[in-house]
């Protein structure tokens, strides 16, 4: 029967390694959290889960409690980049990593968590996925000039999406004795080939009725321009995302619970670009200056008048 490491005595081989790799955890945690870039969520994350891990471990307590004073004096200390947005994505990275770490390690956390977090995963990632796809969905609907067609169409699509994404959740729900510790830390949901697939759908369709809006009316006009290159920028980066998300499931590949932080930070960041995008057309196609025109007024004088006029002077 293989060793486990939440079964090993100790002493055993496999404890001992579990020692090593917690000690070599602590170090690179330690590195990472010097760093000001650090978000303040993941830091309380990280901190927390540092202590449970020195507080675990066997042996060398001395040298774990002065490493963890260390490392609550660095992330401590420097708040300057305290809510920044910009490292919103490697905080999920790290909170992901953290929570598999914890998962491990932590007694007392049960199977019946798990397994609720581990339904609930596909859910997370299709609404996060629904703002996205509803702030490009505006989009095009502006292009089309309100029509009316085009908003129930969209509407039906998220709704079919939605659907989508409750029936593979339903299909795929694991039972009790399926999610262990170490199941839950290496493999995802197969839900998320479901999400992953009504997704890709939807994101052709998106650009589809983009492109042929922008090939009909709108080829020379900035704002269009600028919306249809993130377009294609977003749609080139959730293919990629969707398909791992749908093959890596399937497949039942080692190690895909790694690949779900890596999705919600592709599709924090796309949302983010493609608000922040929008915020430089006015600076780029506003007027460099007014001044010439300003205190000046313009008189249209119509061309009979003009002939009257020569016609007095004239007699």
């Known amino acids: 029967m293989p ?3 939440l079964t090993c005595r100790p002493g055993s081989p496999r404890r001992v390694w579990d020692y090593i790799a917690r000690r070599r955890f602590l170090r690179h945690l330690y590195h990472a959290l010097s760093s000001p870039s650090s978000p303040d969520v993941s830091r309380l994350c990280l901190i927390c889960l540092s202590r449970k891990l020195e507080n675990d471990s066997r042996g060398g307590r001395n040298g774990a409690a002065r490493g963890r004073h260390q490392l609550c004096r660095s992330c401590c200390t420097d708040d300057s980049h305290m809510g920044d ?7 999920v990275l790290i909170c992901d990593r953290g929570l598999n770490l914890s998962t491990l390690y932590n007694y007392d956390l049960h199977e019946s968590t798990l397994r609720a977090w581990y339904i609930v995963q596909p859910i997370m990632a299709h609404v996060c996925m629904l703002s996205v796809e509803a702030l490009m969905m505006a989009r095009v609907y502006g292009m089309y000039h309100r029509r009316t067609r085009v908003l129930l169409l969209f509407l039906l699509v998220l709704l079919l999406d939605t659907i989508v994404v409750v029936v593979g959740v339903a299909v795929n729900v694991p039972s009790f004795d399926q999610i262990t510790r170490a ?5 995802s ?4 080939s479901y999400f992953g697939v009504s997704s890709f759908i939807t994101q052709v369709l998106i650009l589809t009725f983009m492109m042929l809006s922008y090939r009909r009316e709108w080829r020379t006009t900035p704002l269009v321009q600028l919306i249809v290159r993130d377009g294609l920028l977003v749609f080139g980066v959730f293919v990629v995302f969707c398909a791992c998300m749908t093959v890596y499931p399937v497949m039942h ?3 895909t619970a790694a690949a779900y932080p890596w999705l919600l930070t592709s ?6 670009r493609l608000i922040l995008n929008m915020q430089t057309v006015p600076e780029a196609t506003a007027p460099a200056s007014s001044a010439l025109v300003q205190l000046t007024t313009y008189y249209t004088i119509p061309p009979q008048t003009l002939d009257d006029n020569e016609q007095q002077d004239g007699s």
């Not at 947005?85 to 905080?91: D, E, L, N």
């Not at 949901?189 to 998320?192: F, G, M, T, W």
């Not at 599709?267 to 983010?272: K, L, P, V």
């Open 267 to 272: 599709i924090s960041c796309a949302g983010c």
């Open 253 to 255: 590949f080692f190690a």
């Open 3 to 5: 060793c486990d490491a």
């Open 189 to 192: 949901s197969p839900a998320l």
């Open 183 to 187: 199941y839950f830390v290496r493999y």
């Open 85 to 91: 947005a910009h490292h919103t994505g490697p905080g």
